[in-house]
């Protein structure tokens, strides 16, 4: 029996299962609302590193390793490590993964990246390859903005429609394990290019791919938005959230009050934050955090994350190419 | 939908930028500024001989003011409020060279630092002088002075 319904969605009938997961964030996103939902606020944003690239690859490692803790597991029982960033040649990933003797899968999809790894693990399982994957995405503030933008000391106004990157990682472990939410769908997006090409509204490029995503999981899966109890875009921003929203209805969907977005909630009003948060990290805390303790503590019973990603680089920009954007659906359920 | 039909809604849909607001802003705090260049010069042409020594004088000093905010972490969160205002100032150009300077000096003094200092403010440097080699073409031309 083909395990794919539709035209694209995955289904996952053996249940994997998100058994174990650990989040960190910095400074600025523990002080946000939902600083009560991540495992560990670091102090501050450099942990004794000399460059924030190490920082980055520490709190990857740091994630890593507690929820490997958290799991009683070793690495060694571990079969595959799933895991992205946003640098360049996603060398975070690539660095942290030196100091693991597991088969290693680096992957890109900005800040979609988490969603990406979720799914491939999952079908991993699934398709008794695996039976513990663990998988991680970690971003930095200043990194990202030293590749992306300008560097950081640079006097630069921002505008309302720019996003501001999350300091953090998350790790978690897939199993089938008997706990934790179990990932029942996994939608993977087409990229989708409006012919935007401002990097610094980002929100409103990636709102069509969430879109797009979103209307084929609805599709292949028969279910509506009132079928979720939270509807988690990862960080569409203010602006995106706005345009997505437009989108749907226009062509008609209904339960539009489910929709949250991680990147617009995961900084408070009172925080310079123009449209919210985005990177790698992003939607991975919001997840691991926020929609895992929805899930765990039966306020939610099932969750859609559609984890969005600007897939530009500071080349691309600079030689006027428009903003390819992806969107991947992932269902959860408790 | 069509990728122009999208493009339209965007347009349509964009948060309006607070411009009254940034000029105001950009007006006082750039003014402030050159009231202090101003009160810097002054007090230069009481021990300066001539005016242009004074001159030099107020620019090293606004430099090292705008380089010290820099260093501080300071001078872009004003930018934030004043944009314009604390970027067209020539501390806004020392800024432009520290805040490069401390970003690729991770990358060492050489390759990192020496090469990429100039990475926002040489532009700045480049066009300056060429248009101002224009200018004086210009000039020379009118004047006649060939």
């Known amino acids: 029996m083909s395990k794919r319904i539709g035209q694209r969605t995955l289904t996952f009938s053996r249940a994997p299962r998100i058994t174990s997961s650990y989040t960190l964030v910095g400074p600025r996103e523990g002080k946000g609302p939902h600083a009560l939902d991540f495992d560990e606020i670091l102090p501050d944003d450099t942990l004794g590193q000399k460059t924030a690239e190490k920082t980055e690859r520490l709190m990857l490692e740091l994630a890593i390793t507690k929820t490997l803790e958290q799991h009683d597991t070793a690495i060694e029982d571990v079969q595959f490590l799933i895991a992205g960033d946003l640098l360049n040649q996603i060398t975070t990933s690539c660095l942290a993964a030196s100091t693991y003797p597991v088969p290693f899968l680096g992957i890109y999809g900005a800040c979609s990246t988490f969603a990406q790894a979720l799914g491939l693990g999952a079908v991993l399982l699934e398709g008794d390859f695996a039976q513990q994957v663990l998988i991680g995405t970690a971003s930095h503030y200043q990194t990202a903005e030293r590749q992306f933008r300008y560097p950081i000391e640079l006097n630069v106004q921002h505008l309302q429609t720019n996003h501001v990157t999350v300091t953090g990682a998350a790790a978690a472990i897939l199993s089938f ?22 990097p610094h509204d980002m929100g409103s ?63 408070g009003d009172w925080q310079p934050g123009g449209a919210g948060g985005s990177g790698a990290a992003c939607v991975a805390v919001m997840t691991l955090g926020y929609v895992l303790n929805r899930l765990n503590s039966a306020k939610a019973r099932r969750a859609l994350i559609v984890a969005t990603g600007a897939l530009l680089s500071a080349l691309t920009v600079l030689q006027g190419e428009s903003i390819p954007c992806i969107a991947h659906a992932i269902a959860l359920e408790q | 939908m069509q990728p122009k039909e999208y493009q339209q809604l965007v347009q349509e849909n964009l948060p309006p930028r607070p411009i ?46 705008g380089t010290i905010l ?68 210009i000039k020379s031309l009118v004047l006649g002075l060939f």
């Not at chain 2, 202090?36 to 090292?64: D, H, W, Y």
Request: hydrophobic share 50%; with cysteine; net charge neutral.
């Open chain 1, 205 to 267: 490029a990636m709102a069509p791919a969430a879109f797009h995503t979103i209307k084929a999981h609805l599709a292949d899966t028969g279910r509506s938005l009132q079928d979720y109890d939270l509807v988690l875009t990862g960080d569409l921003g203010k602006q995106g959230r706005k345009m997505l929203r437009l989108l749907l209805e226009r062509e008609g969907f209904e339960g539009l009050e489910r929709l949250q977005d991680g990147g617009s909630q995961i900084f």
């Open chain 2, 20 to 65: 009254v607001k940034n000029m105001l802003w950009a007006f006082f705090v750039g003014g402030l500024i050159c009231a202090l260049g101003q009160v810097v010069l002054t007090i230069a042409q009481s021990f300066e001989r001539t005016k242009n020594e004074a001159a030099a004088v107020t620019l090293a000093a606004m430099i090292l003011l």
């Open chain 2, 70 to 137: 820099t260093a501080l972490g300071v001078y872009d969160e004003i930018a934030e409020k004043a944009g314009a205002g604390v970027a067209v100032p020539i501390t806004g150009f020392a800024n432009t060279v520290t805040s490069a300077a401390i970003d690729f000096r991770r990358e060492g003094f050489l390759l990192g630092m020496g090469a990429k200092m100039f990475v926002i403010a040489g532009p700045v440097i480049v066009y300056g002088i060429l248009s101002g080699f224009i200018v004086a073409l």
């Open chain 1, 177 to 198: 394990a008997d706990r934790g939410p179990r990932i029942t769908h996994a939608t993977f997006g087409q990229v989708v290019d409006m012919g935007l090409k401002d």
